[in-house]
């Protein structure tokens, strides 16, 4: 079935550093992915998502290509902010269709 | 248009008891689907309702179920609370499908005793 696999955090930054979190997934067919964001004692905010093969999504500074060559979604920021501290969730939609499937997050740390 | 709301925002039970928690989906969303976050099994879906009907279920016990009304607020039941339920239960709204962009609630914390 459909998978997500997320690098293990946590991820430690400095602020204006650039940012990389990686995402790959195994899929069939192309669905769409999605990246979501938690912020501490919050529920999931939808950060960004594609919807087919060499789509780009983007929102607040972040980026993430749906590369189906390489299935990869890596999210991008080119400059953090403390602001961003929070965890991020890679995601798709489960093989049937009826669900998201998520990474486990990854946890970006963020210091002035 | 406001968000997914969610209440309580927290409880505290004990084990053996049951626990209610309500979701109101975004306006003019129909399906409304159920996860359960814990640290160690991450986020994972317990079901998803569509027009007051359990269209989508995963792999959880049958203490866990839920319902929806017709004006697609949806509630979710727990009975006999066990230790390991401790979680934030989120709740997601869609415009119809379960693969159109869902969005969240801030989630109702949930902690056994």
């Known amino acids: 079935g459909n998978s997500v696999t997320q690098m293990e955090g946590p991820v430690t930054l400095s602020e204006e550093a650039f940012l990389t979190i990686n995402c790959t997934y195994t899929?069939?067919?192309?669905?769409?992915l999605f990246w979501y964001v938690q912020y501490p004692g919050e529920g999931l905010q939808l950060l960004l998502k594609?919807?087919?093969?060499?789509d780009k999504g983007s929102n607040k500074g972040f980026e993430a290509t749906y590369r189906k060559e390489t299935t990869s979604f890596h999210l991008e920021k080119g400059s953090v902010q403390v602001s961003d501290s929070a965890v991020y969730f890679c995601?798709?939609?489960?093989?049937?269709?009826?669900?998201?499937?998520f990474g486990k997050g990854t946890t970006l740390s963020v210091s002035s | 248009k406001a968000g997914v709301t969610q209440t309580p925002r927290y409880l505290i039970k004990t084990r053996g008891q049951q626990v209610t928690l309500s979701c109101s989906p975004i306006?003019?969303?129909?399906?409304v689907s159920w996860y359960q976050q814990t640290p160690g099994q991450g986020l994972q879906f317990l079901f998803e309702?569509?027009?007051?009907?359990?269209?989508n279920k995963g792999n959880f016990p049958g203490r866990f179920s839920g319902r929806q009304f017709s004006n697609s607020r949806s509630e979710m039941n727990v009975s006999t609370l066990e230790l390991g339920d401790s979680a934030l239960y989120l709740c997601?709204?869609?415009?119809?499908?379960?693969?159109?962009?869902?969005?969240f609630g801030p989630g109702t914390r949930l902690t056994v005793l």
């Open positions: 997601a709204s869609s415009v119809q499908e379960s693969t159109d962009t869902q969005y």
């Open positions: 899929a069939t067919g192309y669905p769409s």
């Open positions: 594609a919807t087919k093969a060499d």
């Open positions: 995601a798709l939609v489960n093989q049937a269709g009826t669900a998201l499937i």
């Open positions: 306006s003019g969303h129909r399906s």
């Open positions: 309702y569509f027009s007051e009907t359990q269209r």
